[in-house]
C-alpha cells in the first residue's frame, strides 16, 4: 500500500489514477469500433466482390439483344400432342403510338407509378434496388420488384417471366445495354407499345380507344392514371371486373403524381373523388373475350389453354411470345366440334329466346391430358373467345357425384362387396332432410350394385354417411373437385345426391378417369410445357396420385357398366362391343323456383353423363345458358346420353380397346340373391336365385345358403313291359317329372330278376325306354326302375312279364339231371365242346342236340369262342336259356328311336 503524507494527498493520488483508467478504456472502446468497422468493410468488400462475381458470371449467360426481339407483336405458337401448330396468338388488337404523341399527363402518370428516375439511371435503379433488397430479406425473395421501364422492356422482349437472382442480374446487365444501344424516349415509347392491359388488349393507345374510346390526347387525368396503373396485374385492375380495385390503384397513381410534384393537390383530390367507371365504355362479356389473331377451328380447346397459362404463373401467351405444347387430338377435336354442330342429335328446342347448350371434355384415362373440349354449339362463330361451356359452366351434378362421393368411399373405407345390402326406405335425415326417389318409390333391401345403376338417393346418403361424410368430402376432394364443406369440415347429407359440389366437365371428366386407371388420380392438363424466346423451357405435366384402391376403382367401375344396360339409367349411352361404364345425372329446381317461374315438376335445368373406356373419359353437361326461367324435360335430357355415345363411338372407331383388367385383390364369387351377410349358392339354388358379385380378396363369403334344400327326387311312374315273341325281346317304357327348380341331370337304373331269382342291376340310363333282348322264352321276368341324380335315389317302379310256354323237349324229360354230366367225364377239356364242333349253325338247328346241359356248359366260361356264339340265342324261336347269373350284355338296347316298328314307348297305360 502506497503512504500519504495527507488526505488531500491521497485524494489526488486517486483522482490522477481515475483518469489514467478512463483514458484506458476510451482507447480501447475506439480500438474495438475501429475493428468492428474494419471487419464490416473487410466482408462488405468480400460480398462486393463475391456478388460482382456471381453477377458477372449470371451476365455472361444471358442472351443476346436482337432487334427483332423489340418490334412488336410477338406470336405465340400453340402446338397439338404431334407438334403440329394449331393456332397462333397475340398478333393483333396492337396500336402503336410514337413518342411524340404521348401527351405530359400520360408520361407523367406512367412514370411516377413505374419508374420516377427514368431520365436519371442508366438501366438500373440502384435506390430503388436497395429498398427491394431490404423488402426481399425481410419478407422474402419476390417480394417487391425494382424493375425498372428499361428492365421490363427487356423482361417482356427477351427474357422469361421468372423469379430468380439469375434472371434478375440478366435483366440488369441487359438493361444497362438496351440504355447504351437506344434513348430514353425510344425506351419510353417500346414500353408504353408493348405492355398489356388486360382484356388482349396491347399498348396503352389501343388500351385508350379500348376502355374510354378516345385518342391518348384527349384523356383526363383520372383516366390516364387509370390506365398507367393497370400493367401492374392487369386482370386484377381491370375496371369491367373488379372495379373497386381499380380504383385502389388509380388512386395510388394519383398521389404518387401529387408526391412527385406533377399535379397539385386539388387537382389529386378531384380526380381521387370522381366514379372508377366515369368514361368507361360499356361492354358486353363476350365482346371483352374477343380472341386476338387465332387462325385455326380449335378456337374451344384454345381458350381452354389460354386460362390454363394464363394460371400458372406470370406468363403472358399474347405478349411473350411462348411456344405452348398441348395434348390437343385434333381428330378428337374435329369429331367433338361435329357432334356438336352437326344434326346427328336432337338437341332440346330453344326457349324463352335461347339456344340449349352443350359442354364436352374428352380426356386421356391414363394421362389426364385433355384430347378435345366442346364449348358449345357454334363456338366462336359470333365472337371469338367466348363463354366455354366445357370450362366457364360451373353446374351442379346430380347423381353423377354418387360414385365418387358415396359409394367408392364405403368400398373404400369399409370393404364393402357389390353385394352389400341397403334398404331403399323413407328415411328422416340430419335437419329433417327426407328426400324421394325419382320414381316416388322405395325398393326396400336392395343391393349396393342395383342402389347404382338405378340411381337411388335413400340409398347414396347411407352409403356416404356410413362411409363417414368427413372421409368421403375428403375423397371428393382428392379427385379435383372444389368446394367449400358446408356443415363443419365435411358436405352435408344433401351432397350425397349433388347438392353443393358444382363443377365443370373438364373436372369431371379428371374424376371419373381415375375410376377407369386403377384410382390412379391425374389432374386434367391441356398444356405439357412451354418453350420461351431465350431458349429455356417449364414442364407442366402433372404429377399421378393414387387416390384409391385398384379393387375400389373396378367395384365401381364394375357396377357403373350395369348403368348401360336397358335396367340402368343410362342405356342410351351404350356403345355396342365397346367396355365402357358411366353415370347419368340431373339436376332440380328448388320448388319457390319452380313456381315463380311456372317450371313443371320434372323439368330440370341440368342434363350430364360422364363415362369412361380404358382409352378415353368424357364428361358432358347439357342445359341452358340462363338458369331459373328455363328447362329441360325427361325426354329431352337424354340428349346428353346421345352426345357421350356419338363422341366415344367416333374416337374409339377403328382402336382395339380392352376392357377393364380385374386386379388381383378382387374376386368374383357366385352368390345366392337376397342372402344379408352374402352367402354362396347351392348346388340346389335355381338359377334365377344365383347373381355373380364382386368382393375385396380376403373378405369373400365361405359359408353356404341353406335357402333351398335338396328337393326329393320323383320316382319313375307308369312303368310297363311288353314282350315281342317274334323277336325275343321285352320293351320296357316309363315315365319321369322333376319339380321346376330341380335342374339336376337324372339317370335311371334298371333292375331284373328271373323266375323269382335274386334281383340283379341290368343297366344305368339316361333315357325312359329300354329294349331287353336274348329274354328266356317261358319265364317271368320281373322289372324295378329307380331314379338317380347326384347321390340321391328315388323309389322305384316294378313291373312283370311273362314270355309264354317253353316248348316241351323230350330228350330233357329222359334223361335225369344227375346223369346228365357226370364230373368224371364232364372235366376233361377235350370233351368240352370245342369250337370247331359247336361253331357250325347246321350242328346247333336240331333241338335234341341243342337242349342237353352238357352241351350248354361251354357257354358259361368259354371266352375262348368269343365271336362265334355270341348271336345264336337270336337265331332261334325258341331262344337260348340265359345262365342263372342273368341276361348277357348284348341283350340290353336301349330304345331311342322306332326304327324296328316295335317301339312300345309311347304306348303306355296305367299301372
Known sequence: MADYSSREEKRKAQKASAKNRNKKSKKGKKSIFKRIILAVFLIGMAG??????????????????????????VTTELLDMDNNVIGRIGAENRELVAYDDIPPVVENAVLSIEDVRFYDHMGVDAIRLAGA????????????????????????????????????????????????????????????????????????????????????????????????????????????????????????????????????????????????????????????????????????????????????????PFEDGLTIHTTLDPEA????????????????????????????????????AVRAIGGGRNFGEEVQRGYNFAVDNIQEVGSTIKPLLDYAPAIEQLEWSTAQI???????????????????QFLGPITMREALYDSRNITAIKAYNEAGPEFATDFLSNLGFNFEPNCGDALCESSAIGSGTATNTVNMAGAYAALGNNGVYNEPHLVTSIDFRDGSSIDLEPESNKVMKDSTAYMI???????????????????EGLPLAGKSGTTNYPEKIRNDNNIPKE????????????????????????????????????????????????????ADTPDFPKPDSVVEVEIEKGTNPPKLASTYTPSNEKTTELFIRGTEPTAVSEEFVVPDLASPSNLQAEY?????????????????????????????????????????????????????????????????????????????????????????????????????????????????????????????????PEEEQPAETG?????????????????????????????????????????????????
Open 557 to 575: 367401375t364394375d357396377m357403373l357398366k350395369d348403368v348401360l344396360e336397358p335396367y340402368g339409367t343410362g342405356p342410351l349411352a351404350k356403345v
Open 333 to 368: 377435336q374435329t369429331q367433338v366440334e361435329n357432334v356438336l354442330n352437326g344434326d346427328g342429335i336432337d338437341f332440346p328446342d330453344d326457349m324463352n329466346g335461347e339456344r340449349s347448350q352443350a359442354g364436352v371434355t374428352v380426356l386421356d384415362t391414363k394421362t389426364g
Open 48 to 73: 462486393l466482390i463475391g456478388g460482382g462475381a456471381l453477377f458477372a458470371f449470371y451476365a455472361a449467360k444471358a442472351p443476346e439483344l436482337k432487334e427483332e426481339d423489340f418490334v412488336d407483336p
Open 422 to 440: 341397403i334398404v331403399d326406405e323413407p328415411t328422416t335425415f340430419n335437419d329433417g332432410y327426407e328426400p324421394g326417389n325419382y320414381d316416388s
Open 724 to 852: 315281342d315273341e317274334e323277336n325275343g325281346t321285352i320293351q320296357l317304357t316309363w315315365d319321369h317329372s322333376q319339380e321346376e327348380d330341380d335342374n339336376r341331370s337324372v339317370e335311371f337304373e334298371v333292375s331284373y330278376s328271373i323266375d323269382g331269382r335274386e334281383s340283379q342291376v341290368l343297366t344305368t340310363t339316361a333315357e325312359t325306354a329300354l329294349t331287353v333282348e336274348q329274354v328266356d322264352q317261358g319265364s317271368s321276368y320281373s322289372f324295378n326302375v329307380v331314379a338317380i341324380a347326384d347321390s340321391q335315389r328315388s323309389g322305384g317302379a316294378s313291373v312283370s312279364i311273362e314270355t309264354g310256354q317253353r316248348e316241351e323237349e323230350p330228350e330233357e324229360e329222359e334223361t335225369p339231371p344227375e346223369e346228365e354230366a357226370p364230373p368224371e367225364e364232364e372235366a376233361p377239356p377235350e370233351e368240352e365242346a370245342p369250337p370247331e364242333e359247336e361253331a357250325p349253325p347246321e350242328e346247333e338247328a336240331p333241338p335234341e342236340e341243342e337242349a342237353p
Open 863 to 911: 371266352d375262348e369262342n368269343e365271336g362265334e356264339n355270341e348271336e345264336e340265342p337270336v337265331e332261334t324261336d325258341e331262344g337260348t336259356p340265359s345262365d342263372d347269373d342273368g341276361l348277357p350284355e348284348e341283350s340290353i338296347q336301349e330304345e331311342t328311336e322306332d326304327d324296328s316298328g316295335q317301339n312300345n314307348s309311347e304306348n303306355t297305360t296305367e299301372e
Open 133 to 316: 433488397v431490404l423488402a426481399n430479406i425481410t419478407d422474402g425473395f419476390g417480394a417487391e420488384g425494382a424493375s425498372t421501364l428499361t428492365q421490363q422492356v427487356i423482361k417482356q422482349s427477351v427474357l422469361t417471366p421468372e423469379k430468380s437472382l439469375e434472371r434478375k442480374a440478366q435483366e440488369a446487365w441487359l438493361a444497362y445495354q438496351l440504355e447504351q444501344k437506344y434513348n430514353k424516349e425510344e425506351i419510353f415509347e417500346m414500353y408504353v407499345n408493348k405492355i398489356y392491359y388486360s382484356d388482349l388488349v396491347y399498348g396503352i393507345r389501343t388500351a385508350s380507344d379500348y376502355y374510354y374510346g378516345v385518342e391518348l390526347n384527349e384523356l383526363e387525368l383520372h383516366q390516364a392514371a387509370l390506365l398507367a396503373g393497370i400493367p401492374q396485374r392487369p386482370n386484377a385492375y381491370n375496371p369491367y371486373t373488379n372495379p373497386d380495385l381499380a380504383k385502389e390503384r388509380r388512386d395510388v397513381v394519383l398521389r404518387q403524381m401529387h408526391n412527385h410534384g406533377k399535379i397539385s393537390e386539388e387537382d389529386m383530390n378531384q380526380a381521387v373523388n370522381t366514379d372508377i367507371m366515369d368514361g368507361i365504355i360499356e361492354r358486353t362479356e363476350d365482346e371483352r373475350k374477343k380472341l386476338a389473331g387465332t387462325d385455326s377451328g380449335y378456337d374451344a380447346f384454345i381458350d381452354a389453354v389460354i386460362d390454363e397459362v394464363e394460371a400458372e404463373g406470370d406468363f403472358n
Open 603 to 654: 323439368g330440370s335445368p341440368d342434363s350430364w353423363f360422364a363415362g369412361y373406356s380404358t382409352q378415353y373419359t368424357t364428361a358432358v353437361w347439357l342445359g341452358y345458358p340462363t338458369n331459373n326461367k328455363n328447362y329441360l324435360l325427361s325426354q329431352e335430357r337424354q340428349a346428353s346420353q346421345e352426345i357421350f355415345k356419338t363422341v366415344m363411338q367416333s374416337i374409339h372407331e377403328n
